[in-house]
């Protein structure tokens, strides 16, 4: 069973329609017996980065995604609460990757929004059977900073990390489930993890 993180976020339905096509059973949930025993989680979000983070306090759900053993995955403000800390109401994140996210300097358009390949640092977990000039789909207007968790770059008025990876903690700024065939390459490769 694949369990999606349920905590006030949006993007949450289009995240389980993709994953219910490659063939799996979904729930979206907040039960920790069901988070705690799934065989992978999926912490997706669209959505403000401080009123995410209260609802997991709230709920106690912040101990219990960084206590998980299972393969996990976040997506957008999954994956920027997964970091260190957030400029978006300026607030602590989980603090499972050490990088900060901040908001992108006003030099160009924000947010950024649309397809743009990544620098893949490693191409055998994540990015398997993935070429460097695949599209994935951004949209964001905050971004995870750079760090030895990075295990993909993008580069939108400063490079930024497009995939992280820790332990079994894995994370992505895009958005898979809104990628087409490469996004759904990649989501296949993390639920075979």
Sequence with gaps: MIAILKYNAGNVQSVQNAIER??????????VAILTSADKVIFPGVGE?????????????DKVIIGLKQPVLGICLGMQLLCHSSEEGDVAG???????????????????MGWNNCDMIDEE????????????????????TLSKDTIAVNNYIVPFSAA?????????????????????LLLKNFLEL
Excluded at 125 to 144: P, R, W
Excluded at 164 to 184: D, I
């Design 49 to 61: 980065a401080s009123s995410a983070m209260r609802y997991l306090v709230d709920k106690g759900l």
């Design 164 to 184: 992280l990876a820790k332990g079994n903690f894995y994370a992505v700024q895009f958005h898979p489930e809104k990628s087409g065939k490469v996004g759904e």
């Design 125 to 144: 977990t994540l990015f398997k059977g993935i070429e460097e000039l695949d599209d994935f789909y951004f949209v964001h207007s905050y971004y995870a």
């Design 94 to 112: 989980l603090g499972v990757f050490d990088n900060k996210v901040k908001l992108f300097p006003a030099t160009d358009i924000v947010p950024h």
């Design 22 to 31: 490659l063939g799996y059973q979904t729930i979206v949930t907040d039960d």
